[in-house]
């Protein structure tokens, strides 16, 4: 396989995430979730995915797909889309899988992966994060990287505007 297979490779449906999974399992991979637009990656992005690999072993990266991004920030957004963030995201060493999602939350997503630790920026509150209550209750953890300030997609956006 050439590099640029490789990384379409790590792109995946439900279907194969499943078998994906059960091989992970079987290993006692600690499986991390993590999920956003991730529209423009930048060092914010990167702070939060290279801590959330610190969690365990095999982080799955939740991107929301066009449709979802564009009812959450509006009508602008995304500025990429949804095939160019997912192959974008899969080239980081740091991610082993990438699903799209369409639903404005990824509840479903993480209720069918069952994620040993479910991470979001520290932006969030963990009472407020989605998905944090199920995983809690299958003996997982949940856990907020430090938000970098200065660092956010909204920020490059209006920088860009200005150029």
């Given amino acids: 396989m050439n590099h640029l297979e490789i990384i379409r490779s790590k792109i995946v449906d439900q279907r194969k995430l499943d078998s994906i999974l059960a091989g992970w399992r079987m290993k006692s991979d600690k499986i991390i979730f993590t999920n956003g637009c991730f529209d423009l990656l930048h060092g914010g992005h990167i702070h939060l ?16 797909s066009d449709a979802s991004v564009k009812r959450l920030k509006g009508d602008q957004r995304p500025i990429q889309n949804e095939n160019d963030r997912a192959i974008i995201m899969s080239s980081q060493h740091l991610v082993d899988a990438v699903i799209l999602f369409e639903e404005d939350t990824p509840l479903n997503l993480i ?11 520290g932006d969030w509150e963990i009472s407020k994060i989605v998905g944090a209550d199920f995983v809690k209750s299958h003996g997982g ?7 970098l300030e200065g660092n956010s ?3 490059l956006e209006e920088k860009l505007k200005k150029l």
């Fill in 49 to 64: 995915l290279s801590s959330a690999k610190d969690f365990g072993t095999r982080l799955i990266v939740g991107l929301n």
């Fill in 111 to 121: 209720q069918f992966i069952k994620p040993d630790i479910l991470v979001k920026g």
């Fill in 141 to 147: 953890e949940v856990k907020t990287i430090p938000y």
């Fill in 153 to 155: 997609t909204s920020l």
